[in-house]
Every structure is written in structure tokens, then in C-alpha cells.
């Protein structure tokens, strides 16, 4: 009995030393310098995604709702400040029926006072294969009048850590009385994941 004892001391102390370890290293902020094969990174790729986004405004199931506009807003032909907050569907084609890759999701303003510009602060989470949660995030001007605009990628989760690049994206439809859109994204991303 006294054997057993000893024995449950023993663990209960060495559990107290692991956990005094577990607190110290909790403590510490930050460590420097580390080498980069610490994360076991793999070697930097290059990705090409090709999809459609499809921004709704109009109808029972929108997919960009506005969220706040100032009290000037509606003296600006471009409706400057006009905000809105999106969850737009990302597809393959650009059929809305074909095969859904993922969702944009994230605000945008109207930012521009002479010019019809668009501030963009979107995260691209994606649900095909492979990609499936992985996500991307975009912080961009877009001159929505230019044919093809270009938009920054500067940082990503899952297999887009580390993610940076750009987007090339064109208008591929827009219902210019009700402002549902049809964007073709051609997105090149450098990233670490497989
Ligand atoms: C993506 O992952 C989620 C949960 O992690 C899972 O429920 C879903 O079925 C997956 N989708 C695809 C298309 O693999």
C-alpha cells in the first residue's frame, strides 16, 4: 500500500512540474528569429483559381444587402458612402446553377466622390475538394467600370497561409436598373499549403 502511495506522489509531482512547464511557456510572448523550417512549411506555389461571383441585390434571396449610407449619399452619382455587406455565392461557370466552389463574403463602400469605385474588404472561403475551407483575403480598389480590374490578395488560411497575389476580374453580366452582377475572377496566388 505504502509502495502505491509513493508511487501516486510521484505523479502527482511530476504532473505539477509538466503543468509549471505548460505555464511558463504560456508566459512567454514572443520568440525570434525562428527558422523558417520550424513550421514545416512546404516549398511556395503558385495557384490559378478561375470562378464567377454572383452579387444579388434584387429579389427575396439577396446575396449583398446595404448596410449604412451617409446623409449626403444620395447627392453623389456615385453614391458615395453607400455600404453594403455581401455573402455572394462563387461558382464555376457562370451559370448560377453550375457547381458551387465557395462564398465572398465581406463589405464594400462606395468610396469614390467623382468616380463610381468601390473599396472592397472580402474573405474567399472555399468548399471544392482540397480547398475546402481554406480561405483568401482581398482588399481592394475596383473601378467597376474597367474591364479587367485588378484587386490584391494579401493573406490567406489552410492552404492559402502566407497567401499573396492578385485577381484580374471582369464584368461577365450586369442588370444595370436592379445591380445584380456577374464577376469572372481570375485569381494567381502564391501560398504554402498542398
Ligand atoms: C467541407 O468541410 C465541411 C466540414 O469541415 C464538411 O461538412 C463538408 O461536407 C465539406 N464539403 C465538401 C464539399 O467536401
Known sequence: MAQVDIKNKCAIFIIFLFSLLIVGESTQFSSENLPITSLALKKEKLTHLHFYLHDTISGNNPTSVPVARAPTTNTYQTLFG????????????PEITSKLVGRAQGMLASAGQNEFVLSMALNFVFSEGKYNGSTFSLLARNPVLSNPREFSIVGGSGLFRFARGYVLAKTYFLDETKGNAIVEYDAHILHYGD
Open 82 to 93: 453607400l455600404t453594403y455587406v455581401i455573402d455572394d455565392p462563387l461558382t464555376m461557370g
